[in-house]
């Protein structure tokens, strides 16, 4: 259901104020994420907190306000983050992986080859997903080794590991995206197991991109930003934008506002520039300032930002 919607560009953990409510709000969620198709809930597996993503920080704050007004559940949000990603710039790598386990009581093994490589063009559709693909001939071979029935899930087994193995980038451990993955050799045998295709899968693509470490690079979201605010900020306002919030002015319009001259600034953004903005504005006009802002692309953070990041991705 969430294959039409933009990715969630905010995110923070969320858990119920006392382990007698956790239930409740598991539920809620449940419901929420129904009614919400922009909204997601996910575990991370590392810290074990249940993290709530959507398309920005007001969106996540009255998802927090329904918990507790409609529910009736406390709950607390943690600190709000921005959805970064990763992706490979300048050459292909290859790397094959083996791997072999003990399932069902017998040996299951298999090995694949992957061969990882960045798109071509510039990283700005919003979905920035990545492509999984085989050979026709390979395809063929391998349906032809084991049969229709256990061919077809071999394959669809290696890319699910693919896919879960892009998740997680070398830099920050976020999604890998902008970059094509072609499956170059999968040999298995008749007693290997769906899952083992699986796992093999995932263990090559985390050696790819530790191999592509030196050519990763970080994605920030970029938003729109459309300012309103009585002529007398103006100066304040765009000096804010440009020197503290890393962004780009890209046009100023004024209006009569029956009588009063308002300036309406466009402007471009990284959104992590953006959290806390609507008390700033709130604050530097009086309470006379409105914004609205809208998802743009995604764009390479600078090499000092990047480097801030992986040093402590917490400090941005």
């Known amino acids: 259901p969430h294959t039409d919607f933009m990715p969630p560009v905010f995110y923070c953990s969320i858990e119920a104020d006392s382990a007698t409510e956790q239930k409740a709000l598991d539920h809620a969620l449940t419901q929420l994420i129904l009614e919400d198709p922009s909204l997601f809930v996910e575990d991370d597996r590392e810290t074990g907190q249940t993290l709530l993503k959507g398309m920005g920080e007001l969106h996540l704050e009255v998802v927090h306000n329904r918990l507790q007004k409609e529910y009736k559940i406390g709950a607390r949000l943690g600190k709000m983050r921005v959805a970064y990603r990763e992706t490979l710039t300048d050459e292909t790598i290859s790397h094959e992986s083996e791997f072999s386990h003990t399932i069902k009581g017998g040996q299951s093994q298999a090995r694949i080859g992957l061969s990882i490589e960045p798109k071509k063009g510039q990283i700005t559709d919003p979905s920035l997903k990545a492509e999984i693909s085989i ?14 029935k256990k061919g077809n899930v071999l394959i669809s087994e290696a890319k699910e590991g693919i896919y879960a193995g892009l998740q997680g980038g070398c830099l920050l451990g976020y999604p890998v995206v902008g970059v094509s993955v072609t499956i170059t050799s999968l040999d298995a045998s008749s007693t290997t197991d769906p899952i083992t295709c699986n796992a093999v899968a995932g263990q090559c693509v985390r050696a790819c991109l530790q191999a592509a470490a030196d050519n990763a690079k970080v994605l920030e979201p970029l938003v729109k930003v459309l300012i309103r605010v009585p002529n007398e900020y103006m100066g ?17 319009t004024q209006i009569d ?17 953006m959290v806390g903005y609507a008390t700033g504005l709130r604050a530097s006009t009086q309470g006379n300032g409105s914004f609205e802002m809208s998802f743009a692309e995604y764009r390479y953070v600078g090499a000092e930002l990047q480097e801030k990041l992986i040093e402590d991705p917490y400090s941005v």
Do not use: H, M, Y
Request: avoid cysteine; aromatic fraction near 2%; charge should be neutral.
């Open 257 to 273: 506002q029956t009588g009063a001259q308002i300036s309406n600034i466009e402007a471009e953004v990284p959104l992590g520039e």
């Open 135 to 148: 050979s026709k001939r390979l395809e063929a071979d391998i349906v032809r080794k084991f049969g229709p």
């Open 236 to 252: 304040g306002v765009l000096a804010d934008i440009t020197s503290q919030r890393r962004g780009q002015v890209v046009q100023v």
